[in-house]
């Protein structure tokens, strides 16, 4: 299936978010379909017997001719779902099993006994008895052809709602106009069912079994005590069977020993150039500021060994904001002198009122990780709090996605920062990503098992990092210069 591009969602401003547009042109029923959880269950005694015949042809003209057979006597079964034949009378079960064993071996379905046992569907259970008994053996076909029809698109799950729509045919529910395209459709099922291999030339007529599929859903009310019977039963049968990712640093220690002792120098000389040539030029001491926060922050990286940690992805976020908002000041520095006093305020101002909150909290805090008093002396540093006003906005009322766009950086926000943004907020797909490992038993649903004790790991952040502490730096040498020798040393790291 060939997933929309980013550009085809469709922005709902009061909802705002982008829709996709299957869920724009389908609107509500786009969530009644689950083939895996809500669907497979009902056909899994189809997809039992494709999985039991060596031959597909064999197995298709097979089901196909019991299928039919039933369908001519029980006009009123139209779906070959499971359940709707354990809702018949006991008589005409018996007759369905019959019908069934008159094409196709009972050993086919003889997993389904180790789910529906005889005091749930006594009459099913009973013309299965003579079958196999070793557990283990049945649940591993049951788990195999489950995995085989996991995808709803794969051939082997549309050769099971092939026959969806063959019943639906025999019980002449399919109308079709020729002037719409479907003057050859009988031969193109036809033909599919009894092809040995399938191949490309097949793809537009398996399009219209899953669509026909699809659509009849709505026409019959889903049985959901026999879909949580199905899922509790198959659940307790398997075990968890989990995979998780294993990545490495990406870096050499003595590389990334070597870049940071590249780095260092270059903020040393940058402070020894604020220091002594111009220790009280603002625009200096903010941008110098910005970039060794990004420069300490990196350093934690490297330190505490963060390469394929969650912290490392907050690392990474924390230092392309610091660029962005270097390259916002430069920018709007042309017009507003002041700007990197403001810039300075607004932070304070932040401080200020964790300050307050503080000082005037009427709980009793225990060891918080806040120094207040330091808070105090930073707050009231340079003017005193009486006339630092408290600024709830992000700084200059923009935010980062458009602060990235206004400075030429959209690529870097929406490839890197609104990535890094889901761990820094514990948004779910950062959870799945980082603290929850892959269930891979179907009968679980594929769920997901918290990683308690930490296996699971992320590529690491080395690459990337680098690449963003590269800019800040590139900044400072556009804006203050830098030695020949610093310059070279930087340019073996990609500057």
Not at 315 to 324: A, K, S, W
Request: charged share 25%.
């Amino acid at each position: 299936m060939q997933h929309s591009k980013l550009k085809d969602h469709i922005f709902d401003p009061k909802k705002k978010k982008f829709v996709s547009p299957m869920n724009a042109a389908l609107g509500d029923i786009a969530n009644i379909n689950d083939w895996f959880r809500e669907r497979l269950p009902e056909y899994l005694w189809i997809g039992l017997v494709l999985d039991y015949f060596k031959s597909r042809r064999a197995a298709i003209r097979s089901l196909a001719s019991a299928l039919k057979r039933i369908t001519l006597e029980f006009p009123d079964l139209i779906i070959p779902r499971l359940s709707t034949i354990f809702e018949l009378p006991e008589k005409d079960q018996k007759r369905v099993f019959n019908i069934i064993e008159l094409f196709i071996p009972k050993e086919a379905l003889s997993p389904l006994t180790i789910i529906y046992t005889f005091s749930e569907e006594p009459c099913f259970a009973s013309w299965l008895s003579s079958g196999e008994s070793d557990v283990q053996y049945l649940s591993s076909i049951i788990e195999r052809v489950m995995k085989k029809a996991t995808a709803y698109h794969s051939d082997f799950s549309t050769d099971i709602v092939f026959f969806v729509v063959y019943t639906c045919a025999v019980n002449g529910k399919i109308h079709l106009s020729k002037n719409q395209g479907f003057d050859n459709i009988v031969d193109d099922l036809n033909s599919y069912a009894d092809a040995e291999v399938l191949n490309k030339e097949y793809r537009e007529i398996q399009g219209f079994i899953r669509c026909f599929e699809q659509t009849s859903i709505s026409q019959y009310q889903r049985n959901q005590a026999f879909l949580d019977n199905f899922w509790k039963k198959t659940s307790s049968i398997f075990e968890c069977s989990s995979m998780y990712f294993k990545y490495k640093k990406e870096v050499k220690k003595d590389v990334a020993k070597s870049y940071v002792s590249a780095l260092k120098a270059v903020f040393l000389y940058y402070r020894e150039l604020y220091r002594v040539v111009d220790p009280l030029n603002l625009k200096f001491l903010v941008l110098l500021g910005l970039s060794v926060y990004s420069y300490k922050r990196f350093m934690e990286i490297v330190d505490h060994n963060l390469y394929n940690a969650i912290s490392g992805r907050s690392v990474v976020r924390t230092m392309i904001e610091c660029y962005l908002m270097m390259k916002y000041l430069l920018k709007k520095s042309k017009e507003r002198k002041n700007i990197w006093e403001e810039f300075q305020f607004h932070g304070i101002g932040k401080y200020k009122a964790v300050l307050k909150n503080y000082q005037e909290s009427t709980e009793t805090i225990v060891s918080p990780h806040i120094n207040v008093d330091y808070l105090n002396a930073i707050v009231n540093e340079f003017k005193d709090e009486e006339f630092i006003d408290i600024d709830t906005s992000y700084f200059d009322d923009v935010g980062i996605r458009a602060m990235a766009k206004e400075v030429g950086e959209k690529e870097l926000y929406s490839l890197y920062y609104n990535y890094d943004s889901s761990f820094e907020h514990g948004l779910w797909g950062a959870i799945r990503e980082s603290s929850m490992i892959a269930c891979q038993a179907p009968a679980h649903q594929y769920h997901s098992i918290p990683d308690v004790e930490n296996y699971q790991k992320m590529k690491s952040v080395w690459h990337d990092a680098v690449m963003v502490m590269n800019k800040s730096v590139n900044l400072l040498i556009e804006q203050f210069g830098i030695s020949d020798e610093l310059k070279d040393r930087m340019k073996e790291y990609g500057l």
